[in-house]
């Protein structure tokens, strides 16, 4: 919906409007802010939308509001998998593995999930930096154009997420396809997307059971740790090879999609502005910070982080009722120049007292955020050092966004350098 549109039937009070609901997810494009989100954040920050299901539900797209309710624990990220709740659309996993770190906690399994997204665990950091120098190795190999998202993003993400698990390196397009169809963004319910999950489910069980017939001393990443649990109390009701695979299949799925797609918009954000490339070429200590404004920048969460409220909440004008599903718009809270001076501007210099919401905030904060700080970092100062004339092979208006997928993806980075 454009801006006029918005303009024409909205009355401005809180997002009420006087025509048709404003349909929601808005653009799919990565690199471009949607021109809504100016319009909504200034004149209905807390706006009537119909998602993809056909709900109503609540945008917030200021940044106060925004942490409002992130940090309120009235706005419920578990009771967003309910039966008969209103949704952002139709769910592809179980509905129990929503809470994925409720369940962790209430397990006792948090120390041992903590540790395996340690980036500060012994020989990571190293592991990784020689894993994104082989990756380059290939691509330089074969030469440009190289599709960068194939080649680079999707199997780094995947492997880093592979060694922290303990599973074969090998195997991780066979993992990373699955989550082609466990992120879909559907109308409906589809039948195989449960054949898709348990699939997977599967896999994992059997690589704990290969963790388990390794003497202790060469057992790997969190199933390894799994598997000292399993033997240390075998007989505990609650620690079954099924609970152990559900966590790891989770953990992969929401880290593997997350970080290879906010490294793909990264590089993209950079080769749109290829003088900061030789920026951070040229000033490596500055590679937190500017990973920091990147994670601001970001655009690949399009459809909002989801909350349902267990209470009647104010939030800025509006009483939002118990039972109702709010959703925050991340592109218009890390936008807010209330928030951040010069938002649209991609400074990697810039110092704010705010922190920016891409790993949201409150009790679900991401607890893998510190691991996707390291790996954007290491992924960057390789690209940079290896790839210094890197750049955009097709113009930008004719890479191809994904649909109907949780985050805002081009199917294609085709580079050359």
């Known amino acids: 919906m454009s801006v006029e549109q918005l303009e024409a039937h909205s009355d401005q009070r809180g997002g009420e409007t006087t025509g048709p609901l404003i349909d929601f997810p808005l653009s799919r494009r990565g690199d471009v802010l949607p021109e809504e989100c100016t319009w909504l954040r200034e004149k209905a920050p807390v706006a009537k939308v119909r998602t993809l299901t056909g709900d109503p539900a609540w945008l917030v797209s200021s940044y106060a509001l925004a942490k409002q309710v992130l940090e309120d624990e009235r706005f419920s990220l578990k009771d967003t998998a309910n039966a008969g709740v209103p949704r952002q659309y139709a769910l592809t996993i179980p509905p129990e593995v929503v809470n994925n770190m409720g369940n962790i906690n209430s397990a006792g399994l948090r120390n041992a999930v903590m540790k395996a997204l340690n980036p500060r ?8 930096r020689a894993k994104a120098g082989e990756l380059i190795d290939q691509l330089l190999a074969e030469g440009g154009p190289a599709d960068l998202r194939a080649g680079f993003a999707d199997p780094f993400s995947a492997a880093m997420h592979c060694q922290v698990l303990g599973v074969p390196f090998e195997d991780w397009r066979r993992l990373m396809s ?38 202790a001393e060469e057992r790997t990443g969190l199933l390894g740790k799994f598997a000292e649990l399993k033997e240390a109390d075998p007989e505990s009701a609650h620690l079954t090879d099924d609970m152990f695979a559900t966590v790891a299949v989770s953990l992969f799925g929401a880290g593997a999609v997350s970080t290879s797609a906010f490294l793909t918009l990264a590089v993209l954000a950079l080769l749109q502005k290829p003088e900061l490339i030789g920026y951070l070429r040229k000033h490596p200590e500055r590679m937190g910070k500017a990973v920091d404004e990147l994670l601001r920048w970001n655009l690949s969460v399009g459809d909002g982080l989801p909350r349902i409220a267990l209470a009647d909440i104010q939030v800025g004008d509006v009483l939002v009722k118990e039972g109702e599903l709010v959703l925050v718009l991340l592109e218009g809270a890390n936008f807010d120049p209330e928030a951040f001076e010069n938002p649209d501007e991609l400074d990697l210099e810039r110092e704010s007292s705010n922190a920016n919401l891409a790993f949201g905030a409150g009790r679900h904060f991401c607890p893998a955020s510190a691991l996707g700080r390291a790996h954007a970092e290491i992924a960057l100062e390789v690209l940079v050092e290896r790839l210094p004339e890197l750049r955009l092979a097709v113009p930008a208006e004719n890479l191809v966004w994904r649909t109907g997928f949780i985050k805002r993806l081009p199917e294609r980075l085709p580079v050359a350098w």
């Open 121 to 128: 665990q012994k020989g990571l950091q190293d592991w990784l």
């Open 178 to 215: 699955g989550l082609d169809v466990a992120f879909m963004t559907a109308r409906e319910p589809f039948a195989d997307s449960a054949l898709n999950w348990y699939k997977d489910v599967g896999y994992f069980e059997e690589q704990l059971k290969a963790q388990l017939a390794l003497p």
